[in-house]
């Protein structure tokens, strides 16, 4: 598992399983397939790679820093699962953006990026 850190390499949420939940509720907040990011909406916010989560203009939004001592309960588990299944269901198109490789952090934070409304209502309700 890994912590997802900000600029200031203070931990902002959690990947687990390819979700990203909320650091300290592990409530589900996007999901990461293949390369892409998506968010709460089901729409794309982004995508990962060099170790890092971008957003669809390039800019930094996180960090991955891996954790061995996170702990993730079944339950926390079953529902990111119904989670990703709902994100999958809900996808129009493939989501497959081209980003670049920008050094500079966005000025949103991730969590920000991926919570942020659209026309969309959300895959689940936010606790």
């Not at 939004?61 to 699962?81: F, P």
């Not at 050094?103 to 919570?115: G, Q």
Request: proline share 3%.
């Amino acid at each position: 598992m890994y912590h997802i850190v900000s600029q200031s390499g203070q931990p902002q949420a959690v990947l687990y399983n390819n979700a990203i939940l909320e650091l300290d509720t592990y409530q589900p907040l996007g999901i990461i397939l293949g390369n892409s990011v998506y968010g709460l909406y089901a729409q794309p916010c982004g995508r990962i790679f060099k170790g890092h989560i971008r957003s669809v203009s390039g800019h930094l939004l996180g960090k991955l820093v891996k954790d061995e001592n996170i702990v993730v309960s079944a339950e926390t588990v079953q529902h990111c699962m119904q989670f990703a299944w709902q994100v999958i269901a809900q996808m129009q198109g493939d989501g497959c953006l081209w980003v670049d490789d920008l050094h500079n952090w966005h000025h949103l934070s991730l969590l920000h990026i991926l919570t942020q409304q659209s026309t969309a209502e959300p895959v689940m309700a936010v606790h």
